[in-house]
C-alpha cells in the first residue's frame, strides 16, 4: 500500500512539473500553435533599469538547451511576452528594432527592411501595449512569424531569417539580457 501511495504521488507531482510561475505570470507547460502541441523549454523576465518589461516563455516542439540550435531549427516554435507594464507601439518597436541590430549586421538589418517595415505597422495598429496584454510571435514554416495580441492576430511576415533575427533578440551572441537567456534555455 506505502509503495502505491508513493507512486500515485510521483505521479502526481510529475504532471505538474512542466508548468512554472514568473513574476506572477503562470506559463502552462504546452501550448497549442495551430495543430501543433508545443512545450515549454524556458522563461525569464526582462528588466530595464530596475523595472520588470515582461516575461518572456519559449515553447518548442521538443525541449532544447542550445540557442544556436533554436535558432536554426525551422518548425514551428512561439515566443510570448507577458507584458508586466505598458508600452507605446512606437518604444515597443524601438526595442525590438535595437535588440535585433545588436546581432546583426547593417546589410543584414538593411536585407529585412521590408519585414521590418511591415512589424512597424503591425505595432502601430495594436498603438500601445497594457500591463497584462500578451503578445505572441507564433512561428510557422509555411506562412512565417505570426504576431498576436491578447489571442488576435494581427499580421504575419514572412521568412525564417526574419524569425531568426527575432530568437536573436533573446538567445543570439549578444541577447538583451543573459539571464533572460537562461531562463529560455531552461536553466
Not at 500500500?1 to 500515485?8: E, F, S, T
Not at 504532471?15 to 525569464?44: F, I, K, R, Y
Request: aromatic content about 6%.
Amino acid at each position: 500500500m506505502k509503495r502505491i501511495l508513493l507512486m500515485l504521488t510521483g505521479l502526481l507531482l510529475c504532471g505538474s512539473v512542466g508548468a512554472m510561475e514568473v513574476a506572477g505570470v503562470n506559463l502552462p507547460d504546452s501550448v497549442q500553435v495551430d495543430a501543433h502541441t508545443l512545450v515549454l523549454n524556458g522563461a525569464g523576465i526582462r528588466s530595464k533599469w530596475f523595472f520588470k518589461v515582461y516575461v518572456g516563455a519559449l515553447y518548442l516542439p521538443q525541449r532544447q538547451s542550445s540557442a544556436e540550435a533554436i535558432i536554426a531549427y525551422e518548425h514551428e516554435h512561439r515566443m510570448v511576452l507577458h507584458m508586466l507594464r505598458g508600452l507605446s507601439s512606437k518604444r515597443l518597436y524601438g526595442a525590438f528594432s535595437e535588440a535585433m541590430e545588436l546581432n546583426r549586421t547593417p546589410a543584414e538589418m538593411a536585407a529585412m527592411d521590408a519585414q521590418l517595415k511591415q512589424m512597424k505597422q503591425i505595432f502601430d495598429a495594436v498603438d500601445e501595449v497594457k500591463e497584462g496584454d500578451v503578445i505572441t510571435l507564433d512561428y510557422l514554416p509555411d506562412s512565417g512569424t505570426r504576431i498576436g495580441v491578447n489571442g488576435t492576430a494581427r499580421g504575419t511576415i514572412a521568412g525564417m531569417e526574419f524569425n531568426r533575427a527575432l530568437l536573436e533578440i533573446w538567445l543570439g551572441r549578444k541577447p538583451v539580457q543573459e539571464d533572460m537567456k537562461k531562463g529560455l534555455l531552461g536553466g
